[in-house]
């Protein structure tokens, strides 16, 4: 699997916005940049994902470079309930449902009001 | 619509005990992955299963470790003998045939080995 690249932590103070980077240089033509996160006591929870195009949803925004070898999450106003590990993972869309998810360490987010 | 359910939610067990581990999938998801979590660790990947088959077992440890997905009820972990070290929190998630659709998870299974 193609590896991925996030800072350890970040934090953020409530009501702002935030930028969660990832650096995926080594991303092959047919891998889907997926995002999760993981509160604290729970499952991860989906996010976002996309290939190439920048994605929009209720929760989150994915900006991805035209290169493609990375990609920063938006969350546009952080709350307190947005404090999580976030995880960048890449996911070949040729074996879809039939290839697991990868979890590296993750970005730990703090936020602070 | 019930997200995935895994039950229970914690379990105690002795060394030399067997832990099962249930882990219902949401409604229509024919997939089903089964994860490990150890303190303060990463996710880390175990077992992948259609109904009645094994698609993708590397993760699994060789010895102790079994998963099952029939036809008909939940999907099953199960740990046979287990030691302190099988103490963590394992998760399970689901997802339909459609392809690239995103896993759900449950809320996981804290397993406690004493």
């Known amino acids: 699997d193609a590896k991925t690249t996030q800072p350890n932590s970040m934090e953020s103070n409530e009501e702002e916005p935030v930028h969660l980077p990832c650096n995926h240089s080594?991303?092959?033509?047919?891998?889907?940049i997926h995002w999760y996160r993981q509160l604290p006591s729970q499952g991860p929870e989906y996010v976002i994902h996309?290939?190439?195009s920048n994605v929009n949803n209720r929760m989150a925004s994915l900006a991805i470079a035209e290169d493609r070898k990375s990609s920063t999450l938006i969350l546009h106003r952080a709350t307190l309930r947005d404090a999580a590990v976030y995880y960048c993972?890449?996911?070949?869309?040729?074996?879809?449902?039939?290839?697991?998810?990868?979890f590296g360490t993750g970005t730990r987010l703090q936020v602070t009001l | 619509n019930a997200g995935v359910m895994q039950n229970p939610r914690h379990l105690v067990r002795r060394r030399g005990q067997e832990a099962r581990l249930r882990c219902s999938p949401m409604?229509?998801?024919?997939?089903v992955y089964w994860y490990r979590q150890l303190p303060e660790e990463g996710l880390k990947f175990m077992v992948y299963?259609?109904?009645?088959?094994?698609?993708?077992e590397s993760g699994m440890p060789k010895e102790r470790f079994s998963a099952e997905f029939p036809k008909e009820g939940p999907s099953i972990l199960r740990i046979q003998q287990v030691v302190r070290g099988d103490s963590a929190a394992y998760f399970c998630?689901?997802?339909?045939?459609?392809?690239?659709?995103?896993?759900?998870f449950g809320n996981g299974t804290r397993l406690t080995v004493t």
């Open positions: 080594t991303i092959s033509g047919t891998d889907y």
């Open positions: 409604k229509g998801h024919s997939h």
């Open positions: 299963l259609q109904k009645e088959n094994i698609i993708d």
């Open positions: 993972i890449l996911r070949d869309r040729n074996t879809g449902t039939a290839s697991k998810l990868t």
């Open positions: 996309g290939l190439t």
């Open positions: 998630a689901s997802s339909p045939m459609t392809r690239n659709s995103p896993l759900h």
